[in-house]
């Protein structure tokens, strides 16, 4: 079966960063888009960032632009999110996810799901 495993998150520090990484598994890694989302708690969840098959494209957030960068190996089917700069409202639990289409910004788009891993930014 398709699984999305994340890791990576953790507390951090206001200016600090932190390097998530998604491992998929049981599914042709380079057949899908990536994206990440976050969702805070009493919020629903956002788009983060997402890039297609071949990792040539990107789109993210405005609220990460130039803070946050996506990259995937596809040796490896793993979809990374490295973060610098973190602020406070980057708090959430962050989520990898698979599409067949690029770009897509919002969940409904989204086919398989990690479990999540959660980060903190303490200000």
């Known amino acids: 079966q398709v699984q999305l495993v994340e890791s990576g998150g953790g507390l951090v520090q206001a200016g600090g960063s932190l390097r998530l990484s998604c491992a998929a598994s049981g599914l042709i890694f380079t057949q899908y888009a990536m994206g990440w989302f976050r969702q805070a708690p009493g919020q629903e969840r956002e788009f983060v960032a997402t890039i297609i098959w071949e990792g040539r494209n990107t789109e993210y957030a405005e609220s990460v632009k130039g803070r946050f960068t996506i990259s995937r190996d596809n040796t490896k089917n793993t979809v990374y999110l490295q973060m610098n700069s973190l602020k406070p409202e980057d708090t959430a639990v962050y989520y990898c996810?698979?599409?067949?289409?690029?770009?897509?910004?919002?969940?409904?788009?989204?086919?398989?799901w990690g479990q999540g891993t959660q980060v903190t930014v303490s200000s």
């Open positions: 996810a698979t599409s067949l289409s690029f770009p897509k910004m919002k969940p409904s788009d989204y086919n398989y």
